[in-house]
């Protein structure tokens, strides 16, 4: 089963918000987390969908997976926490 | 007509070929140099190393085979040790407000980032505030003692040091491999660009900048971003870039008076939206109010440190680094430490507390 077929704990939504938010409140979310968690995050910052959280996951040991909507234009990130 | 052409299609070209590696590659100083402390990463500071690595040579090996015409030479910047350091260290702060550095708010609007367009203006309203403004008194303040070495030489790392200067290049790109090596630089990526494949086409096309000023706009000015922004504002409202000739070529199109660099500083947003465009990825956002408001006060911040200091992460830290000049080696290390230290007090310090 993959990440995104699982239910999410919680959902995040950075729809809109600056460079570093995504990241920082995904990392603020993952914290309060318990592990195994599982966190949803949506996000339409390119940079910060495809690099800086994955990076921030991988970095970490987190399941990170994405789907990007494209006709929406947004991501959706599905990170396990470790 | 046809250097005209020319003129006006490099320009746009140089600025759009930017913006699309920037976008395809997420490449962001601010980025390189915030994740080095807030999630110990420095898979993008890779990124701009080997960029400037690969700037370094090619600026270099451009001048020293004649390939630059006018003067010949790489445009170096006086050091100004006061404006250097400390308009550095206010512009590395206000990158962490705004949300990216100088080309990193540029390339966002071609993603349809509202909020990275409010910090381009709150960009251009910092430099003229500082350059002509209210805060002029302070820039010339900063900016008044200069530094040569003998009669009026701009300092370099080699004249300093009294050594060839690919002896400098030899030594900085030997000290760079280990720590680029350590990055894994030729792992496929997985999906768009891997940071080593950004960082080199990041670095060519800004040696093809250095040429393309030179040959198109008369002198090896390179990528920038603080004088050029302002010679394209100026242009847009005041009808003329009142960019000096000694610096940069100006032509007269449809009564405008524009100067090379302004060109690309129209390409680069463009090139980003082609690429987000191809990706689908282009979309309208806006940000939270308070947000917008942050941006544009980081945008001003940035403004009013570039100017101080003499150009933001592209001008000083990366092209002028390439230049080996002593005042753009020192902006860099204090747009770092600024940046570290608003990373600290914004994102860091509250997340503690």
């Not at chain 1, 959902?11 to 599982?38: F, H, I, N, W």
């Not at chain 1, 990076?55 to 991501?75: I, P, Q, T």
């Not at chain 2, 490099?10 to 402390?37: E, M, P, W």
């Not at chain 2, 290390?333 to 570290?340: E, H, K, S």
Request: positive net charge; charged residues 15%; contains cysteine.
């Amino acid at each position: 089963m993959s990440l995104k077929d699982e239910a999410p704990k919680e959902t995040l939504d950075t729809l809109g918000r600056v460079c570093p938010y995504p990241l920082l409140l995904t990392k603020k979310a993952l914290e309060k987390l318990q592990s195994g968690a599982m966190l949803k995050v949506l996000c339409d910052a390119p940079a910060s969908a495809e690099d800086s959280i994955p990076r921030y996951c991988e970095k970490n040991g987190f399941g990170f997976e994405s789907v990007k909507l494209e006709d929406k234009g947004y991501w959706e990130l599905y990170i396990k926490k470790k | 007509m046809g250097s005209m052409f020319g003129f006006i299609l490099s320009g746009l070209l140089v600025g759009a070929a930017f913006g699309f590696v920037l976008q395809r590659g997420r490449y962001c100083v601010n980025t390189a140099f915030r994740d080095v402390i807030f999630i110990n990463d420095f898979t993008l500071l890779r990124a701009y190393v080997l960029g400037l690595v690969t700037l370094i040579i090619g600026a270099n090996f451009l001048e020293d085979v004649g390939w630059l015409g006018g003067s010949g030479q790489l445009y170096r910047q006086a050091f100004v040790p006061w404006a250097n350091a400390i308009g550095g260290y206010i512009f590395g702060m206000g990158i962490v407000l705004a949300g990216g550095c100088g080309s990193g708010i540029l390339y966002r609007v071609g993603e349809g980032l509202l909020a990275a367009l409010v910090a381009v203006f709150g960009f251009f309203f910092g430099i003229m505030t500082t350059k002509a403004g209210l805060l002029k008194p302070l820039y010339e303040a900063l900016t008044a003692k200069v530094v040569y070495v003998g009669e009026d030489t701009t300092p370099t790392l080699f004249n300093m040091l009294g050594v060839n200067k690919w002896v400098v290049i030899a030594v900085l790109t030997v000290a760079a491999v280990p720590f680029l090596l350590k990055g894994t630089p030729f792992k496929k990526a997985k999906k768009g660009y891997y940071w080593s494949t950004a960082g080199l086409l990041v670095g060519l096309v800004a040696v093809i900048a250095f040429w393309a000023s030179a040959h198109f706009g008369g002198n090896a000015r390179g990528l920038s971003f603080t004088g050029p922004l302002r010679e394209f504002f100026l242009a847009v409202t005041m009808g003329d870039s009142q960019a000096s000739p000694s610096l940069i070529k100006s032509v007269t199109m449809l009564g405008i008076n524009v100067s090379w660099s302004s060109l690309y500083v129209l390409g680069v947003p463009l090139g980003a939206y082609i690429s987000a465009k191809l990706l689908k990825e282009f979309k309208l956002k806006v940000p939270p109010a308070n947000e917008l408001l942050r941006v544009l006060a980081g945008g001003f911040v940035m403004g009013l440190g570039a100017q101080i200091s003499g150009g933001c992460n592209i001008g000083q830290g990366f092209t002028g680094v390439s230049t080996l000049a002593v005042s753009s080696w020192v902006t860099t290390v204090f747009i770092l430490l600024g940046n570290w230290t608003m990373v600290y007090f914004l994102l860091i310090k509250p997340m503690r507390d």
